[in-house]
């Protein structure tokens, strides 16, 4: 079981880095989390998050807060605006609801988004995103207001 665990935890954790640290499924946070290295969110959280490292939330949990850190890889949901210095990467199962705002965006096929999107410049000023492979011709994104982005070729 724990074995089973370990595997899940490290399938979600960016390439080379470790977990230091997992909220569990059963766990229900309130408040201010800050932290240094890599934390998990398995479960539910409900506050504010600052740190200087990576946070995953998993598949299945529930965050409601503003995050700000350095590198982000949503599994879950996020309710709350995110704010990656590094990276932001969007597995299948993740659901942001909320603005985003990093220099680096991943995004799998499946993800819901549901806010304002800025994509900031890297300092030699190129753009740095990396959309994963569509799953038709077709792509269709909706944002807040209802309007709806229509691209009749495939990103590449």
Same mark, same amino acid.
């Given at each position: 079981?724990?074995?089973?665990?370990?595997?899940?935890?490290?399938?979600?954790?960016?390439?080379?880095?470790?977990?230091?640290?997992?909220?569990?499924?059963?766990?229900?946070?309130?408040?201010?989390?800050?932290?240094?290295?890599?934390?998990?969110?398995?479960?539910?959280?409900?506050?504010?998050?600052?740190?200087?490292?990576?946070?995953?939330?998993?598949?299945?949990?529930?965050?409601?807060?503003?995050?700000?850190?350095?590198?982000?890889?949503?599994? $879950?949901?996020?309710?709350?605006? =995110?704010?990656?210095?590094? /990276?932001?990467?969007? @597995?299948?199962? *993740? #659901?942001?609801?909320?603005?985003?705002?990093?220099?680096?965006?991943?995004?799998?096929?499946?993800?819901?988004?549901?806010?304002?999107?800025?994509?900031?410049?890297?300092?030699? $000023?190129?753009?740095?995103?990396? =959309?994963?492979?569509?799953? /038709?011709?077709?792509? @269709?994104?909706? *944002? #807040?207001?209802?309007?709806?982005?229509?691209?009749?070729?495939?990103?590449?």
């Amino acid at each position: 079981m724990l074995k089973k665990f370990m595997n899940q935890v490290a399938a979600t954790a960016p390439a080379g880095e470790t977990i230091d640290t997992v909220l569990g499924a059963s766990t229900h946070v309130k408040g201010v989390l800050t932290f240094e290295g890599s934390v998990r969110i398995d479960g539910k959280f409900d506050g504010e998050i600052s740190a200087g490292g990576t946070l995953v939330i998993g598949e299945g949990s529930i965050v409601n807060a503003n995050v700000r850190v350095a590198r982000v890889v949503v599994a $879950g949901q996020v309710h709350g605006d =995110i704010a990656a210095t590094e /990276s932001l990467e969007v @597995q299948p199962t *993740g #659901r942001i609801y909320g603005d985003i705002q990093t220099p680096e965006l991943q995004l799998s096929r499946g993800v819901t988004l549901e806010g304002k999107c800025v994509i900031n410049r890297k300092p030699d $000023g190129s753009l740095a995103v990396n =959309i994963g492979e569509p799953q /038709s011709p077709r792509a @269709q994104a909706s *944002g #807040r207001d209802g309007n709806t982005l229509r691209v009749a070729q495939n990103v590449g």
